[in-house]
């Protein structure tokens, strides 16, 4: 059974840094590319940024490049979110997404983990 | 960047019934569309990816359609579990963008 398991959120203050990990495990995690994606309070999905399933490609949106770091390590099936200069706008679910086969849509997501930047 | 429009933005739909929810896109994405549900409280669940097929598990009520910038999502003979946010997805590599979401509640 593929599960995705995030961990590493909870309140940051503004300007500080956090880092989330996801811990796979039912699949061989080197075969397939991953992803981040939040969700506000309230409002809809949205994709925050992508590795290859070897980690030679990162993809960000936006508003997060320069910030956030996306990157894993295959000998232990983890992804990780390294995410500095955190603003409120940052404030969301995070959720760990498989990739399958690099087709850039999510077959898999993790429950969830709640990041909330305030004072 | 691509925009996705999802339509409408909620409806209220009695059990047994036929539903279509709508996506489009801004500029011709060919099938790159995925379509997800998401339960309150629950994580999304994929349902559909390059526009028609159906995802492992997913019940054969759900059918996706279309092509270039117009896309469906029916569900045929809605069942109360259904009761959910739809998201639409454009399937590309950066940015992977999604609709707003129409919201499914059942009478």
């Known amino acids: 059974e593929v599960q995705l398991v995030e961990s590493g959120g909870g309140l940051v203050q503004p300007g500080r840094s956090m880092k989330l990990s996801c811990a796979a495990s039912?699949?061989?995690?080197?075969?397939?590319?991953m992803a981040w994606v939040r969700q506000a309070p309230t409002k809809g999905l949205e994709w925050v940024a992508t590795?290859?399933?070897?980690?030679?490609?990162?993809y960000y949106r936006d508003s997060v490049k320069g910030r956030f770091t996306i990157s894993r390590d295959n000998a232990k099936s983890t992804l990780y979110l390294q995410m500095n200069s955190l603003r409120s706008e940052d404030t969301a679910t995070y959720y760990c997404?498989?990739?399958?086969?690099?087709?850039?849509?999510?077959?898999?997501w993790g429950q969830g983990v709640m990041v909330t930047v305030s004072s | 960047n691509i925009v996705m429009t999802q339509s409408p933005k909620s409806m209220s739909i009695s059990v047994g019934d036929r539903v279509t929810m709508n996506c489009k896109a801004s500029?011709?994405?060919?099938?790159?569309i995925a379509w997800y549900q998401q339960k309150p409280g629950q994580s999304p669940k994929l349902l559909i990816y390059?526009?028609?097929n159906r995802y492992t598990g997913v019940p054969d009520r759900f059918t996706g359609g279309g092509y270039g910038t117009d896309f469906t999502l029916t569900i045929n003979s809605v069942q109360a579990e259904d009761a959910a946010f739809y998201y639409c997805?454009?399937?590309?590599?950066?940015?992977?963008?999604f609709g707003a979401g129409t919201k499914l509640e059942l009478k």
């Open positions: 997404t498989r990739v399958p086969y690099n087709n850039h849509f999510f077959d898999y």
């Open positions: 039912g699949f061989t995690f080197s075969n397939y590319g």
């Open positions: 590795i290859s399933y070897d980690g030679s490609s990162t």
């Open positions: 500029q011709n994405v060919g099938n790159n």
């Open positions: 390059y526009a028609s």
């Open positions: 997805q454009r399937i590309y590599n950066s940015p992977p963008t």
